[in-house]
């Protein structure tokens, strides 16, 4: 069982329950993998977030929903079994709150570090390979990252690791300079 993270939010909870069940039946790195495609589902997919947060879909048929979700994704039977369990508890709107608990659990156990690079433009891999390397020389660890493009950067990146955020993007370089001129004008 994983001590080291217990916290009272609903989230975390139904986080930990998961986890714990995944450990016991040997599925840890299945669930994650499904996690993180629902993950990436949900920030593309308004009708996943209308289904998992409307209170007029009735839980019944939020559970429906998530299942064949899962069912077509080919997620693990677990996976399956607990978003359905989610939705009839009236509680696939924390979700997202699950997932990034089960996230946290994750990395404590297996000592991973996760980062979120958002780019103004599309990466490439021998931009990300560099991006990791300098990770991995500043965090002692092989970070694992996770890309995605916000063209309101206009250039730069912004780099997220666990709470700190490093951001070297032209926005805000450019909002910065704004801010002084105000100040010094």
Not at 91 to 104: C, E, K, N
Request: charge should be positive; charged fraction near 30%; glycine fraction near 10%.
């Amino acid at each position: 069982m994983a001590d080291d993270f217990r916290t009272t939010t609903v989230g975390a909870r139904y986080a930990q329950a998961l986890f714990d069940l995944a450990d016991e039946g040997g599925a840890l790195d299945a669930v994650r993998a499904d996690l993180k495609s629902l993950r990436k589902a949900w920030g593309e997919s308004a009708d996943l977030r209308r289904l998992a947060t409307s209170p007029v879909i009735s839980n019944e048929d939020q559970a429906r929903g998530l299942i064949a979700i899962a069912d077509k994704a080919g997620f693990d039977g677990l996976t399956r079994k607990f978003l359905g369990l989610l939705a009839q508890n009236g509680r696939s709107g924390d979700l997202t709150a699950v997932i990034a608990g089960f996230d946290r659990l994750y990395a404590i156990r297996t000592g991973l570090v996760s980062a979120e690079v958002v780019s103004a433009a599309p990466l490439d891999a021998a931009q990300m390979n560099a991006i990791k390397a300098s990770l991995r020389k500043a965090l002692g660890k092989d970070p694992e990252l996770e890309a995605r493009v916000d063209p309101a950067l206009l250039g730069g990146l912004k780099v997220k690791v666990g709470s700190r955020l490093y951001d070297a993007s032209l926005k805000t370089k450019l909002d910065q300079m704004k801010f002084a001129l105000k100040r010094a004008g």
